[in-house]
């Protein structure tokens, strides 16, 4: 998936591509409104307010739904990552790059259903892969029981969530050195002269879309539980006040990681408070 | 130019349009390419790099432009800018809103040459009117002479500065209050459904657009000393050695105010960092 990421997201973006090409391709997928509009309404609405389409694990997380709706500094930061879904155009995402888009064998990786795709920020699509990994991690308590304790699991998803963004970070950037000198428009080589200046400017952009990662995984965790659509992972503890506690760690931790998301500068920090908090 | 500047970009954003309209008028726009690229070269990458383009004061700010070329921290935050010129789709902007491109008379204000015109980040056009009139206030002692010293003419234009954003930001939130529940899509009115809230999101999306307006403003002042086109303000002061110290305060200024643009909160705190730097 980091490799799948990776080239995607670079070689659709103004690292690889003329700003001719880029403008192109966007008008193109401009089309695709109605599915960017779901997007917006499920993901960055619903949640936030009164709305037929949410649900949640009830009464359990009745007031914890209500807290979502009335929550004003989740409320402002939610804007900021709704705008950039709607504003930026940053490269051809994916848009719905859950797990379950993900179909996986022994020695092969593909990804399905790409009706969402449309130009827009890449934090959407590495964000979504993270969110429902974190999501995964917080359902395994609930499916715990005397022959299976699911700690070995859980560490795994943990592993998996830090290597999934280091492995997409070196491959992403070493994409990046690879083309520096080719036709990407972004950082002209004239201009991005010096090692000091291509490093300052690969750390500022990658701690960006990390930033931006943190951010719409949360959203779509969020989302997740008293939203519209929910996860397997959950859905399938069928305990329902059981399956309350552990989605209430996960909504919990979703508002923290949307709203201080800036705080975290390396995946190795979300994984220690992922573990801090369960522990 | 504050109603000019308040409507047209209000109007054609999030806060007052669908999202179904907006992608559609971007998709229409995104045709504008090689007026675009002109820009992003004369703008974002001509002053950074050795071009045949660029010309200065010569020999005088030899060192100056040399300065610029070399100016890591100065070339990170332009990379920046840049890619939201061409990434984000905030609003219709004209694209070359220097003053140059606006027609007084006693009773009217008319602006022209909308050739540039696509949808970019508001701050481009704002910052662009700024600017130019930071510019211009540079520019005076250069046309200074015992009969006129310029110093009332001088705090006309830091006056102008000052009513121009505060103008522009009471007209804006004026519109946005006014069409708050209309159909706008960026701050849904069931989401963002109490004051202090309301207030929240209205103070972040201004200090965010002052900051963008600061530094793009900026940048188009430092591409009117050391790049292609160059302003009537500095070009009719005849004398070499005093036109170049003219130009080195205001690119020394532009240098201070796109690096730290972050750091003002309010036009007024502009308004006496020129003042200080001009005692």
Excluded at 26 to 33: K, L, T
Excluded at 37 to 53: A, I, M
Excluded at 99 to 121: C, K, L, N, R, W
Excluded at 141 to 146: C, R, W, Y
Aim: glycine share 6%.
């Amino acid at each position: 998936m980091s490799e799948y990421m990776a080239r995607t997201l670079f070689f659709t973006s103004l690292l690889y591509r003329t700003t001719t090409e880029h403008k192109r391709a966007v008008a193109e997928f401009c089309g695709n409104v109605e599915l960017c509009r779901l997007t917006e309404q499920v993901v960055f609405s619903d949640p936030y307010k009164v709305s037929e389409y949410n649900h949640w694990t009830s009464p359990y997380l009745d007031r914890d739904a209500e807290a979502v709706r009335n929550d004003n500094i989740l409320k402002l930061e939610v804007a900021e990552l709704k705008s950039m879904f709607c504003e930026r155009a940053q490269a051809l995402i994916h848009g719905d790059l859950h797990t379950g888009s993900v179909m996986v064998t022994h020695d092969s990786t593909q990804v399905i259903d790409p009706e969402f795709a449309y130009y827009g920020p890449m934090g959407f699509d590495v964000g979504a892969f993270l969110g429902n990994l974190i999501l995964a991690f917080f359902a395994q308590d609930g499916h715990a029981d005397e022959g299976n304790d699911r700690k070995a699991y859980k560490e795994w998803i943990l592993r998996t969530l830090e290597d999934t963004w280091n492995l997409f970070h070196k491959k992403f950037t070493a994409l990046w050195d690879e083309h520096k000198d080719g036709s990407g428009e972004a950082y002209l080589p004239a201009i991005y002269n010096n090692s000091e200046l291509q490093l300052l400017v690969k750390q500022k952009f990658m701690k960006d879309l990390f930033h931006d990662s943190l951010g719409f995984g949360a959203a779509k965790m969020i989302r997740r539980i008293v939203g519209v659509a929910h996860v397997a992972d959950f859905e399938s503890i069928t305990d329902a006040s059981k399956r309350a506690v552990c989605e209430r760690r996960a909504l919990d931790f979703a508002k923290v990681l949307l709203k201080e998301r800036r705080k975290f500068q390396a995946i190795t920090e979300v994984v220690l408070a992922i573990q801090k908090l369960h522990a």
